[in-house]
């Protein structure tokens, strides 16, 4: 599982050599809601494009803790998104977006609050596949609010909602 994901992460890291000499790079901020953790989380996203119609955004996001009595789950997951752009009109850029997916979740228990005494730890990562559709605003700034939908097709399948602010760099 560690060497899938070094692989992955030296991938986009070997990438970007060629995504530096394109235009329109952006990088951003955004605050998420996955449905399977049932919490809010926030993240950093960015944009290189590589093509006249394509996109390359990985984003990395950290969902907070949540905390129910004895056990708290925290989690946090990796993309790494291929967006194709299937519509500008006016100040609205729709795409649909595919990509990969590192998820790792903790559940950790407090058991002394209930008079036990062995807590316990566990941690699992799953690679999955993202699908969804997102939507860019563009207002003449320097920077574009966005909005996004994805499913995550995992072990750790959830629906995320995304929105948030990229800057031009």
Known sequence: MKKSLLVFAIAMIAGMGQLWAQ?????GGQLIYGTNINTLGIGAIAEFPIAEKLVISPSFSFYFPKDETVVKTSAFEINGNLNYILLEENSIQLYGLGGLNFTQMKVKTDLSIIGGTTDFSVSQGRIGLNLGAGANF???????????VKYIISDFDRLVLAAGLKFNF
Do not use: Q, V
């Open 138 to 148: 563009d207002l003449g700034k320097n920077f574009l609010p966005f909005a996004e």
């Open 23 to 27: 235009d329109s790079k952006r990088i």
